[in-house]
């Protein structure tokens, strides 16, 4: 199939779902620039998709959502859960983290006194598909706006407003392509995907479960959210 980038944009998802069945040649006026494919297929991560060495204790096997919650139940590792497979994750570097503490700054200082709460990861966040496919991730930092409505037990059970990821090399293809179809279809509104080696942030908007649009800053410029009028981050204070 060969659809155009501007139609892959605006309907990434169905074009994410449909490349599990067969590859999606982009083109960009007319020409060839892009392959959007089933990893799968290519015979790259068939199980398990790990950030680093697999753990021996998942076998490199598929899991359902009742095996990823005994697997995990007494482990130290951080691990997510998404459509179906065991993603570990490695440990951050420190461009992550600083990137990662200068955001939450600015989220922390922004939502004060305002009904919606910034959190900091780790922190797990239970996200259901349209199809009733369980999923657990771990975003960097989230945007809870139902906190009091949605907390069981001293766990929140609802889908957060807005979620930042800050991506790393190990962490790209699961952030830019996984997690932003997953985030669209369970009714997040935006996501931030922050890129401290390019010095960039993709704020994406989501409604209906589409992409309504996204915007690409880079440093000095500042990320301006659609979702909540006024809240921003200069890029030159997140990426020093």
Not at 55 to 65: C, E, I, R, V
Not at 72 to 83: L, V
Not at 105 to 126: L, S
Not at 172 to 180: E, H
Request: charged content about 25%; overall charge negative.
């Amino acid at each position: 199939m060969m659809v155009s980038s501007t139609e892959v944009q605006n309907r990434f998802g169905k074009y994410l779902q449909l490349a599990v069945q067969e590859e999606i040649i982009i083109t960009r006026n007319g020409v060839p620039v892009a392959k959007l494919c089933s990893l799968k297929k290519a015979g790259i991560f068939p199980g398990i998709v790990t950030e680093e060495a697999p753990s021996p204790d998942y076998g490199g096997k598929k899991a359902t959502y009742q095996q990823f919650l005994s697997l995990t139940k007494d482990s130290e590792t951080r691990c997510e859960y998404i459509d179906g497979e065991i993603h570990m994750l490695a440990s951050p570097r420190i461009e992550h983290q600083l990137a990662l503490m200068e955001l939450f700054v600015i989220f922390r200082d922004w939502f004060q006194g305002k009904p919606c709460t910034p959190v900091i990861a780790p922190f797990d966040i239970t996200l259901k598909r349209p199809d009733g496919q369980i999923n657990v991730v771990q975003p960097d930092i989230m945007v809870i706006c139902d906190l009091e409505e949605k907390l069981q037990n001293g766990y929140y059970t609802g889908v957060p407003t807005l979620i930042i990821e800050v991506i790393s090399e190990s962490t790209a293809r699961i952030d830019l392509i996984k997690k932003l179809d997953l985030y669209m279809s369970c009714g997040v509104e935006e996501y931030w995907i922050a890129n401290p080696q390019n010095k960039e942030i993709i704020v994406h908007s989501f409604k209906e479960q589409q992409l309504a649009g996204y915007t690409t800053y880079k440093s000095p410029e500042k990320a301006v959210s659609q979702v909540f009028p006024g809240l921003c981050a200069e890029l030159a204070r997140v990426f020093k």
